[in-house]
């Protein structure tokens, strides 16, 4: 049995509260060695929390509970800071939503980049920029030389976000979790920002970690998918079989509300009347009943837990051989 | 760059003359500037020989440039009470005031900056909360009355410190804490505040996810993107201690510019006033000139505009 197969990052049960309400709630998913795995939902329902508690970068506020956070044999969650600081930009890299504003406007690029190489190497000021250097043209920013001296705002969006990427992966890290890294961007650049982490994964044999709102990005990159609603795993899947058949009506109506171009268009485009509940609004049941079209009493009561549907497509619904329904509502 | 410094000093030009012009305005239009200074008592015939003198009988025109060419030529008037060039007498007493705002701004940063870093990085403990006391009593307490307390306990209870005077550098520890108190606190306050609102920013979270400490954050990213509106506080309180060193100087017998202001005042020396008013403004506008060049250093977005 080849270690291809064990997962490198393993997250387990990982549970975070603010003022006492589980804001995530018993999140699993597994990561193995160069695969991409999308954490899907909308706004509010917890993926970003979940990709920062990777590397314990969690605010004030919010409390890690409970869970691991396996990444080989090292629980990250468990680890003291002074640890956790060793590995985070080593062996766990993270870029941000908003890549201007993630760089320091009073230090070049470079030795930004360098600071990244020299805190887990012992390598000299001169080396470390030459290594900057090579990394901004491994991103795909020309005429390097020229930027490894410049300031971020002499860069563009898109070229903050290929130095974040630079940043993230100049020690090599096995993981690279990447939070809405193209949600600020221009449609033209995310294009060539996903396909430089499509490249790099290729090549480094990266495991991404990929939070995102945008079904059009999960079907361009990810290998697996884990649909999250109000802080809990709602569905996860190979992305094929999520896309072709998905087992949860929260997955369904999120497909169905992406808009295509293969598909005469109806009068309006789908969408999930409702709001995802605030954590003060969290019942015992599933927190999807309020919105759902299957909902039963049932659902209202008692918590789903993840039914293995398929093999490796598992999913939280009790009624989950009726989601078809909708599926085929939709289309 | 080239562009910016220009442009500054070019403002800055500008602002020194329009206080050299409302210095002439405010002595020669608002009344007979001969009255001002001619000492009491004197008669119709010494006053009308003294405004000849000083050439205040001559056209308002014909007086301003008079009044310009003076300046160019560092020629600001003879002190009717002394007898002697004013800005001799002002000179003679500015090494005081700079030794004085020099200590108050060793207090004032030295104090302020740490507390102010140390209230942002312990927020919402009690550390912060004691700190606050402390900030709050050194921006509450006016200048007059801890000068005399500080007199009381250091000086005539404990005997640690002399009571007034320049003797030593002894003497000065107590005017540079009571002048320094109020910048303290204002320094604290806006170093809080800017390091608060600094910690916040996404590019903290994103250095600590490389792997660096929280101190290591501060140190190379954190305090030097919040000196930028420190350094604007840092600018008008060097201000504010010169008009405070009015009421210091006062208590603590300190001869310098602000004693002198008072004294000259109340003889009703106006030329050497004039000089005291000329000087500060020109200090004021030199040290916001020197705050602007302090950003272009320190913020690439400024020095490398175009």
């Known amino acids: ?113 360098a600071e990244a190489l020299r805190q887990h190497e012992k390598v000299s000021r001169g080396e470390a920029m030459a290594r900057a250097r ?142 995802v509940p605030s954590p003060q609004e969290f019942g015992a049941g599933c927190r999807f009943a309020g919105r759902c079209p299957l909902v039963s009493d049932r659902c209202r009561t008692e918590q789903p837990p993840l039914f293995e549907e398929r093999p490796g497509h598992r999913t939280a619904c009790w009624h989950r051989e009726r989601v078809g329904e909708i599926t085929r509502a939709a289309a | 760059m080239l562009r910016y ?42 006053i009308a020989a003294l405004r000849h003198q000083l050439g205040f009988d001559q056209p308002i025109l014909t007086q301003y440039l008079a009044y310009l060419a003076g300046l160019a030529h560092f020629d600001f008037g003879i002190s009717v009470v002394q007898r002697v060039p004013a800005i001799d007498i002002v000179l003679s007493r500015l090494p005081y005031t700079i030794y004085l705002a020099a200590g108050a701004l060793t207090v004032a940063v030295g104090a302020g900056i740490p507390v102010g870093i140390l209230m942002a990085a312990n927020k919402g403990t009690l550390v912060e909360r004691a700190l606050a006391a402390v900030v709050l009593t050194g921006q509450s307490v006016p200048t007059f009355l801890s000068g005399i307390l500080l007199i009381l306990i250091f000086a005539v209870e404990l005997r640690w410190l002399p009571t007034s005077g320049v003797g030593s550098l002894s003497a000065l520890i107590m005017p540079s804490i009571a002048l320094g108190a109020l910048s303290m606190s204002t320094f604290a306050r806006m170093m809080r505040i800017a390091m608060v609102d600094e910690l916040g920013k996404d590019y903290v979270r994103a250095a600590r996810a490389r792997g660096l ?12 993107n919040s000196a930028i509106p420190v350094i604007t506080v840092a600018a008008l309180e060097i201000g504010n201690l010169l008009a405070g060193a009015v009421i210091v100087e006062t208590v603590f017998a300190w001869p310098g510019i602000g004693q002198l202001a008072i004294q000259s005042i109340q003889s009703r020396d106006f030329l050497v006033v004039q000089v005291i008013v000329l000087l500060i403004s020109f200090i004021y506008v030199a040290t916001s000139v020197a705050a602007d060049f302090a950003y272009a250093a320190i913020d690439p977005r400024i020095r490398l505009a175009r």
């Open chain 1, 134 to 275: 090579a990394m901004l043209d491994a991103v795909g920013i020309p005429d390097p030389d020229r930027r490894l001296h410049q300031y971020p705002f002499e860069l563009s969006g898109g070229m903050c976000q290929r130095v974040m990427i630079a940043v993230a992966l100049i020690c090599g890290p096995r993981v690279l979790v990447a939070d809405e890294p193209t949600t600020a961007l221009d449609v033209t650049i995310q294009a060539q920002i996903l396909d430089l982490m499509k490249r790099l994964v290729a090549e480094r044999g990266t495991s991404i970690v990929l939070i995102t709102h945008d079904m059009g990005v999960v079907a361009d990159i990810a290998d697996h998918v884990a649909v999250m609603y109000a802080g809990r795993i709602a569905e996860i899947a190979p992305v094929d079989d999520l896309f072709a058949r998905p087992a949860h009506p929260y997955t369904a109506l999120l497909l169905a509300s992406v808009p295509r171009l293969d598909v005469a268009p109806k009068a309006e485009l789908a969408t999930i009347d409702g709001t």
């Open chain 2, 5 to 46: 410094a220009i442009g500054r000093l070019i403002q800055a030009a500008v602002a020194v003359f329009g206080v050299i012009t409302i210095v002439f305005v405010v002595m020669h239009v608002s009344g007979d500037p001969t009255l001002l200074l001619v000492p009491q008592g004197a008669s119709a015939e010494e």
């Open chain 2, 213 to 224: 400490s929280m101190r290591a954050v501060v140190m190379r990213h954190v305090l030097r």
């Open chain 1, 1 to 113: 049995m080849s270690d291809i197969h064990r997962p490198l990052l393993s997250v387990e049960n990982l549970t975070i509260e603010i003022d006492g309400a589980g804001v995530v709630d018993g999140v699993s998913f597994a990561v193995r060695p160069g695969e991409v795995l999308a954490l899907v939902g909308e706004s509010g329902c917890g993926k970003s929390l979940t990709s920062h508690a990777l590397l314990g970068l969690l605010p004030d506020v919010a409390r890690l509970t409970s869970g691991r956070v396996l990444l080989g044999d090292t629980d990250l969650a468990a680890l003291p800071e002074r640890a956790l600081r060793k590995a985070r930009g080593k062996d766990v890299s993270i870029i941000f939503q908003e890549p201007s504003a993630s760089l320091d406007p009073l230090t070049t690029v470079g030795s930004q980049i």
